[in-house]
């Protein structure tokens, strides 16, 4: 006979399967974060950062094909294939986009890519060159399934890979946000008195300052990088948490458990961390997934203004900032396709959210 699990978390876990949107926006996140782990081996181009450049080719419509002439690189060095699963190839190949070519004894003929009828160069290599490939592995046609950027760059592959960045800024800046948001707020509200209105005093003042002056004068304080970013978006976002827990905790502290506890001489840390937090997460596992979407939001507006991840690192913002000018040339696509990116992630974070809210509420 089978007995049903009438847990709470059991009865939230069946409230939220019955969301639609909360259960599609939770699976999105996860190939998300599939794509984030394992970008370079879904990358066309798997060279470090998908930084191969093809300037003759550079902003092409999405499905723009052309023949690659790929030779292996000269300087081989030696790479671990964890290593160039998760921070892709160093042996990048050299890589020429032709219109046609041809062989005869002892030499290969191309002609190299060109448009607007410029007329295009001819070059000619020695087949010992080839090292003993066929011309079949070393010209082939290359598909650009959402075109080329300014650079002549692989626009998917840059893509997959910025996943990365937008996708773990929110677990790392949450992560540290609700280090200090819950420690500082179950402080204030279980303390109370003069540490409660000491910690209200700089949650105050760091609220008063807008959140991207902020994240910048942190960004500029550690430096522009990868991980300084992360480290400057979640400096930032503790404070709503802290003010979250601060509340829970002020009206939990009067449960007749907590009293209990109080009586059996257990620490006050015991009674913060073992009996009270667990009794408050419902509404910080909601804020939670409020600022994966704020963080994420955050770092494409500082990569757009240039302090966020430093190129070549493939960013969604910084690729809206390098094409936004192309919206006018006709090549709106090079902006609006990371523009979409952004958006479906932070919907995506904000419906789960939503979900969440729903499947924790204790009334319905």
Not at 98 to 110: F, G, R, V, W
Not at 143 to 172: Q, V
């Amino acid at each position: 006979m089978k007995t049903k699990n009438h847990s709470l978390t059991a009865l939230a876990l069946q409230k939220f399967k019955k969301n639609t949107t909360g259960v599609l926006s939770f699976w999105f996140v996860v190939i998300c974060g599939v794509i984030a782990v394992f970008a370079y081996f879904f990358a066309p181009d798997n060279s470090s950062n998908a930084n191969q450049m093809h300037l003759e080719i550079h902003s092409k419509k999405p499905g723009f094909e052309v023949l690659m002439l790929s030779f292996p690189s000269e300087e081989k060095t030696t790479q671990l294939a964890f290593n160039k699963l998760f921070f892709g190839s160093k042996n990048q190949q050299t890589e020429i986009p032709i219109l046609k070519y041809d062989i005869s004894e002892n030499e290969l003929t191309i002609q190299t890519y060109s448009e607007n009828n410029i007329e295009s160069l001819t070059k000619t290599f020695p087949l010992s060159k080839l090292q003993g490939k066929e011309i079949s592995e070393i010209i082939k046609l290359k598909t650009f399934y959402l075109g080329t950027d300014k650079y002549g760059r692989d626009l998917l592959s840059r893509m997959l890979i910025g996943t990365r960045i937008s996708f773990f800024i929110g677990f790392i800046a949450v992560f540290i946000s609700l280090i200090i948001g819950i420690s500082v707020g179950a402080m204030a509200g279980y303390f109370g008195g003069k540490v409660d209105a000491f910690i209200m005093w700089i949650i105050n003042i760091t609220w008063s300052i807008p959140t991207l002056l902020l994240v910048i004068a942190i960004t500029l304080a550690l430096g522009k990088g990868f991980w300084q970013v992360f480290i400057a978006v979640g400096l930032t976002m503790w404070v709503e948490v802290a003010r979250v827990v601060r509340g829970q905790v002020m009206s939990t502290k009067e449960m007749q458990y907590v009293e209990a506890a109080k009586a059996l001489g257990f620490s006050n840390f015991r009674i913060i961390f073992n009996h009270i937090l667990p009794n408050i997460m419902a509404p910080v596992i909601v804020i939670s997934a409020a600022n994966f979407a704020g963080a994420i939001l955050i770092e494409s507006g500082l990569s757009f203004l240039g302090i966020g991840a430093q190129p070549p690192t493939p960013s969604w913002g910084a690729m809206i900032k390098d094409h936004y000018s192309y919206i006018i040339l006709g090549k709106a696509y090079l902006a609006v396709i990371p523009g979409l990116a952004i958006m479906s992630l932070v919907m995506a974070f904000m419906l789960i959210g939503n979900a969440l809210r729903d499947a924790l509420d204790v009334k319905s």
